[in-house]
């Protein structure tokens, strides 16, 4: 099987088009990535997995209250708990999955110049990864919307949509950040910064309506504002936001991703010899 | 196999003019506010450095080709350039079939999970995909002798052992080429000589073998030729014994 391939440096010059080739020819190892990132982690622990759940879960408890309790906010129409909580796991997935894309290859680094492995493979495996965990973190979701008496819409099953868009969202800016790591260290410590503050600049625990509106602009430029809203209106609203959101979304995920490859491509010839 | 058969003529390893180029800024900090001091003090030239610099070879199926050379000569540079870790920055290589890069066994193991996970793991990283390598398990902890230690996580293996599990599954994917960088000079005794054996059984089945010791007698033994490394530079390839007395010589 594997004895007719022939590697021929002069014939590997890897277009975009051999990058996704790449990841389907190594389908296998993606997913084994993937599971690797989200066992490994939590194997020391006597919880495992169900960290997964727990976590989003404690982080809304202290920020309910802090900011329902304490400086009591308040969203027209939807109880603050579920607001919170699915502005938490879908924050949770940007953040995250930023980070944990922008890190592979240096994480990968001791494979990475070892082995012949599409370095890609890792980057994708990581953002992947995340997409699991805000999958599992919906769960916790539901159940509270079913308790406070939201209930679940329909439109429940059209969650997929927004969930995808950010998921190539995480990836281009993922491997924007994975190329630039190479070479900078800082990096890293910079886009943690940065994600803190995009996280920020979107509504997950305030009401938009807070912000004065002559501000209220900052917030909606965010495309994070737009796919949250698209998310919300989904997850419990039962209904579509607003078309301007949509294209928002949709045209930032696929700037954002291509741009992501084509630095990614870009570099990938030095990336090896800097690791 | 129709394809290997047809070509029997054509080498499974062919480098020709093959040189790589490390770009070295001296006074990198490898951090953006390093890069931003540097351009403040107008540092920023990067000097290139040949790690290695036209070398030329071909490596037909069965044959082992040493590789020897004081450190820095190149040598690992050489066989990641084979491994297809790094790309020549000039030159070309055409490598023919399943490459095993034994640099530095188990360099994708993970610690935290089995010996189990591990070997499928580190398998696919080799080329292989999940479903053949959970059907070669039971036979590479049997050759690796560590059936007792397959569920615990292998942070509390011992280097001996992590070695064993690597050298096992690399091998056990039966390569056509196989790189070794030193790696037999781990493990025991008997590990060694069992190494070996399967190395030699590789080899008669018909891998090409590139072969990198500081070990002069054991490349002399297993080598058909050998190629000896200066600073990047092609000094010397021929026959063993000719080449590997030329270098004690110089030494």
């Known amino acids: 099987m594997t004895s007719t391939y022939v590697y021929d440096s002069d014939q590997s010059r890897r277009p975009i088009v051999t990058e996704l080739t790449n990841i389907w020819v190594y389908r296998g190892l993606l997913r084994l990535l993937v599971t690797r990132d989200l066992t490994v982690r939590y194997k020391r622990s006597t919880l495992g997995v169900w960290w997964t759940l727990l976590n989003p879960l404690l982080t809304m408890s202290v920020f309910w209250v802090v900011f329902s309790q304490v400086f009591r906010f308040e969203i027209p129409g939807v109880p603050f708990v579920v607001y919170l909580l699915s502005g938490i796991v879908f924050i949770t997935f940007f953040a995250q999955g930023v980070i944990a894309t922008g890190s592979s290859i240096v994480n990968s680094a001791s494979v990475l110049s070892k082995v012949y492995v599409p370095a890609e493979v890792f980057s ?46 995480v990836a281009g800016l993922g491997l924007l950040v994975a190329s630039a790591a190479v070479f900078f260290y800082d990096v890293l410590d910079l886009t943690a910064v940065g994600v803190q503050l995009i996280s920020y600049l979107t509504p997950t625990f305030y009401p938009i309506t807070m912000i004065p509106d002559h501000f209220r602009w900052i917030i909606q430029a965010n495309p994070l504002y737009s796919y949250l809203t698209v998310f919300r209106g989904f997850v419990y609203e039962g209904a579509f936001a607003p078309t301007w959101n949509f294209v928002m979304m949709i045209a930032s995920a696929i700037v954002v991703l291509l741009l992501g490859v084509w630095v990614f491509t870009r570099s990938w010839k030095n990336l090896v010899v800097v690791l | 196999m129709e394809e290997s058969c047809g070509s029997a003529v054509k080498p499974a390893v062919e480098a020709t003019g093959v040189s790589l180029a490390y770009r070295h800024n001296r006074n990198r900090a490898g951090t953006i506010k390093g890069f931003a001091i540097d351009v403040v003090k107008g ?128 091998t056990d994917i039966e390569p056509d080429v196989l790189v070794i960088d030193e790696v037999l000079s781990v493990g025991d005794a008997s590990f060694q000589l069992k190494s070996k054996e399967r190395m030699i059984q590789l080899i008669d089945s018909g891998a090409a073998v590139l072969f990198v010791s500081h070990d002069l007698d054991a490349v002399e033994e297993v080598s058909d030729r050998v190629l000896w490394l200066d600073r990047g530079h092609t000094v010397m390839m021929g026959d063993p014994k000719e080449v590997v007395q030329a270098y004690v010589g110089s030494v």
């Open chain 2, 43 to 170: 540092k920023t030239a990067s000097e290139e450095v040949w790690a290695l610099k036209d070398v030329n070879f071909s490596l037909s199926s069965g044959e082992v080709l040493g590789v020897i050379g004081r450190n820095g000569a190149g040598k690992s540079t050489l066989m990641k350039i084979v491994a297809r870790v790094l790309p020549p920055t000039e030159g070309r290589i055409v490598v023919r079939g399943a490459v095993a890069p034994m640099i530095e066994l188990g360099a994708g193991f993970n610690t935290e999970m089995s010996a189990r996970e591990n070997i499928v793991l580190y398998g696919t990283l080799l080329g292989r995909t999940p479903v053949q390598m959970r059907e070669r398990v039971a036979n590479i902890l049997d050759w690796a002798e560590l059936n007792e230690f397959v569920d615990v996580p292998i942070r509390t293996y011992s280097s001996g052992m992590l070695a064993r599990l690597g050298f096992a599954v690399a």
């Open chain 1, 124 to 169: 994708v495996a990581a953002a992947v990864a995340a997409l699991v965990n805000f999958t599992i973190s919906l769960l916790p979701l539901l159940v509270i919307q079913l308790f406070t008496g939201v209930g679940i819409p329909w439109t429940v099953i059209l969650v997929p949509i927004p969930a995808f868009f950010l998921l190539l969202l």
